[in-house]
């Protein structure tokens, strides 16, 4: 019986879109963002990474567009287990996650001040005040 593996599962675009992000996360994570999550435990370098969550993340919120932490848990571990065979259960992973908040914010930060538009002003924003009409 063939049994269909996650390089199979997802399409060459979006494994290509995969490694960008896991590549520049590690970029990010080598220069700046291991220094807001460093542990001193004797886990200290677990078999799966910071980086590969952020990778994770990233990767499923922005191409698959989920969301919730649970459903991002439930495709990685449906379709990108045999990209991150060592992927945890979901509360480890959950944990984990919620402790690369700093990271995260660095990150973003970073994107923003790397892919700000020439003509952006720094010091003045945009609010849409029109009221959110809900049931």
Do not use: G
Not at 53 to 62: G, R
Not at 66 to 72: A, N, S
Request: negative net charge; contains cysteine.
């Amino acid at each position: 019986m063939f049994h269909q593996t996650s390089f199979d599962m997802i399409p060459k675009v979006l494994t290509t879109k995969l490694v960008e992000i896991y590549f520049h996360v590690c970029e990010k994570f080598e220069k700046e963002l291991k220094f807001s999550c460093q542990r001193f435990t004797n886990n200290s370098t677990p078999e799966f990474t910071d980086q590969e969550i952020m990778t994770i993340y990233l990767f499923v919120q922005s191409q698959e567009d989920h969301h919730q932490i649970k459903r991002i848990y439930r495709f990685a571990d449906r379709y990108l287990r045999s990209w991150f065979p060592k992927l945890p259960s979901y509360a480890a992973f959950n944990y984990r996650l919620n402790r690369l908040s700093e990271a995260f914010r660095l990150l973003t930060q970073s994107l923003l001040e790397e892919y700000r538009p020439q003509d952006c002003i720094e010091n003045e924003s945009l609010i849409d005040s029109l009221p959110i009409i809900t049931c």
